[in-house]
């Protein structure tokens, strides 16, 4: 036989004689845990009360009484971010304002939050301000309370009569 045909019979026989190598496999099991949207939901309104053109009346967030209050509802112990897209609302008169210029009066929010229990009870409520890092705070049970205060002074010459706007706040899960 020819030398090349025996070298290509002798490396068929070692492709064909070698054992060849057989795959393995395994399985990982993937899960994902889908957390409840949030909800807020307002439970008290920012009340100011009467006040007289030109004096400052300022709400403490931590008024029992007087601040607002909304409730932010979600999963277990998740930590979330509240904000409000802005630190200033503007009151506009509702209705017939009398005597002087109806104006609308600039609010200045400042808020606090009180983590879990039942209500939105001020006693335990720790100052954050909205928006930065340190406004982040963990649902207790489920729950977490937003307080909100502030305060406003009306034009010397506003006019007299009922004023409302709205503060806006949102939350979202963060650290998740």
Known sequence: MNRSIKLSLATLALVVTAGTAQAQSGNVTAEATVLSPLTLTPIRTLQFGNTFPGVLKTVAATDAANSGAIQVIGSGTSEVAVSAPSMTVTLACVGTCTGGVATPITLNVSASALAGGIDAT???????????????????????????????????????????????????????
């Open 122 to 176: 001020p006693g335990n409520s720790t100052a954050f301000t909205l928006g930065t890092a340190g406004a982040n705070r963990n649902l207790v049970g489920g729950n977490l309370f937003v307080l909100i205060g502030g305060s406003l002074t009306p034009a010397s010459n506003q006019a007299a009569g009922l004023y409302r706007g709205t503060v806006q706040i949102n939350a979202a899960y963060t650290g998740l």
